[in-house]
């Protein structure tokens, strides 16, 4: 590093000296370039709602790859771009945030990379900026603590047309001129400034900004102090070190993710010290420090935003007076949710059939063109009947992803968690806590990683808790098979098995919601949170983002298909055919009943009887542990065997067919319906057993999800089915 | 500050339409911090939109929504209509 020389104790004690040190904001000059050889690595921040993720794809197009930062459910995106030259560099999206000071885990991720915390991510050589010119001083801010850091940035000023529409007038020029970077007009959605931004990136040296701003003279010593801890203790560079120091006291650290480095002892003793006489002061260091950056800012902005008089109500202060009124907003909030379900199961339904009757084709096809034997019946009964049977649901799937990145991309998803704030609010919950549960109806696995943005550890926790009882599409299939042999297809019209459906989604939504009451106000009590949310301007939805998402998710869906389903499928239907009965002319029910799955369905019968499902529902109970939807493959694979040999009878007509022991149907409604409610509750979902863990960083509340919700599914189904029963159905 | 305090009350009360200056921000470090570092310390202008329970507002040109317990901490002074 170029300041590794520093005297330690760079800042002094004495206020006039306390600006930047003299050698690293040459104001106007440029540093010696400061990209070595390795690809240099941009971070790209940004508050909320600026376009940021809009402005990286359209910078790095397709060029990305998405994971997760290891241990936090963070998503991380890197993207390549190439300079004007040629030479590939790097792009690391980190999470919007307002403020360097984290409230929120994906905050700590973007403070954490920035500082160079993290050993997984590499840090970042310069920083692009994005701002929102019609909300230019709140943007700044977060601008203003990353100029802190010394490195070279990129100012991105996006949403100029949005600005000039409500009659504010950003001067790229003079805010370029004020700060000394390059300030760069934008308009993300039309991929406006792209290309002159591409052309700054690649700029060989960049200079630093002109960033002179005092710290308030009651904060300084401390400051100092703790600086010099971390150069000597944390191995800081020195101007990291400051703008780390500014950050432990009004941040205290509260917000801690695994994978980043811990502070040094001797500099958590420091900034205890300093706490404590912080909190002796009148006025708290943390509003004299952001008033005394709102102030530089104020001082910035005085010439590089012009207002052009009062512009009347923005057509989005006109739409809101309709979709967030206390009447015609539940109204449109239900239509929306309406449509949303009710397209999913009339919409999907003619690519379920086409893929339905390919996979049908392709199995009666193998089962033609293959001798018998064992092998034969792998691929019919284990591959393509496991692998289609999920296939089947890609376009509901898919559906139900496009409705949460239109809700999201349009800006009405905020206007629903306003909506929704009054009856969360009876849980103990608010309205940020809806957007994770809305996502869960797609998968709990990004709505876990949606809850990311609660501020309150406990009230993160409670909807993390509650979240895989929303429906999610895994249970879809399930739902549908149940739905199908319950009721036949030609003569019960869509209206009544979309109306069976919205039941299964309601119980689980009151699940969710009795579930969050219930522990607000046993393990997690606390005062009744806090929320402020901005609601972001509405956008015509960028059709090409939310395609990419769709593609983006429905591929990992497929990929899982591709891969655990398969595998299990593979698996179960070697469970189901070894050990081989010792009869050869055993009937297929006698085999599967002798079989491994067979065993350890029996072995299960007796906790599920008293539900009514017997141990060929076990298998299923037990193999869809690792996904709900494994549920349809295992009756496939299971009934399937049953089926004539000649062709592959569809999978609700064998399930209508199918016998108990003494001869009664096994599916009758009664049990289609218990088991319906079986999966509304039950956590039979390994992936979000998986992140759950990894969230809150303990086996402890994973453990606990499983016993309450699959104990509640038991105890429900117990009642249903014995009340069912002694009401002679 | 003039000897005579001007009438405090918090901003959930705020009649939709009506603007204020916000003068006081209680609650956790937490919120108060966040709520400044958006821009909406002291001295702003607070402009209500709608909202009884959840309160949605304006304030420099951002649409917030407030639930009932964080507009409960920001104390405003009312500005007549006449001085905007």
Known sequence: MDNAEDPPPAVAHSSDALTLPAHITPAGKKRPSAVPDRTPVYAMVGNPNCGKTTLFNSLTGLRQKVGNYPGVTVEKKIGEVFSQHGRPMKVVDLPGAYSLAARSPDEAVLRDVLLGRRLDTPQPDRIICVVDASNLERNLYLVHQILDLGRPVIIALNMMDLAAKAGIIVSAKKLEAELGVPVISCEAVRGRGVLELKLAMSR??????????????????AIAELQASLVDNDQRPALIARAEALLLLTDLDTVRVAGSTPLSARTTEVLAKWSRRSEATARTWSSTLISSRYAAIGRLCQDVIRRTGQSGPSISDRIDTVLVHTFWGWLFFGLIMAAMLFSIFTLAEYPMNWIDGHMALLGAWVKNSMTPGDLRDLLTDGVIGGVGGILVFLPQILILFFFVGLLESTGYMARAAFIMDRPMSKVGLHGKSFIPLLSSYACAIPGIMATRTIENAKDRLVTILVAPLMSCSARLPVYLLMIATLLPSTTVPTTTKVGIMFLMYALGTTGTFAFAWLFKRTLFKSDPPLMIMELPPYQPPRLKDILRQMAERGWLFLKNAGTIILGISIILWFLTAYPKHPDYTASSDAQIAYS???????????????????????????????????????????????????????????LRAAKTSDGRPLFTPLVCITLMVYYVFAMQCMSTVAVVKRETNSWKWPLFQIAYMTGTAWLLCLFIYQTGRALGF | MSASRPLL????????????????????????????????????????????????????????????????????????????
């Open chain 1, 596 to 654: 491994f799955a067979g065993r350890a369905g029996h072995t299960l019968e007796p906790v599920i009887r008293p539900l009514g499902f017997d141990w060929r529902i076990g298998i299923g109970l037990i193999t869809s542990f690792a996904a709900r939807e494994v549920f349809v493959s295992s009756m496939g694979v299971i009934f399937g065997v049953e089926g004539a040999d000649d062709n592959i009878l569809p999978l609700r007509d064998a």
């Open chain 1, 204 to 221: 060989v040296d960049l200079a630093l900004a002109k960033h002179r701003w005092d710290v308030p003279a009651a904060i300084a010593p």
């Open chain 2, 9 to 84: 009350f918090p901003l959930c009360q705020l009649t939709p339409g009506a603007t204020g200056r916000i003068c006081e921000i209680n609650g956790d470090e937490n919120f108060s911090q966040r709520i400044r570092e958006m821009g909406f310390g002291e001295a702003s202008l607070v402009t209500k939109i709608s909202g009884n329970s959840t309160s949605l507002c304006q304030i420099n040109g951002t649409r917030i929504a407030l639930n009932h317990g964080a507009a409960m901490n920001i104390l405003v002074e009312l500005i007549p209509a006449v001085s905007r």
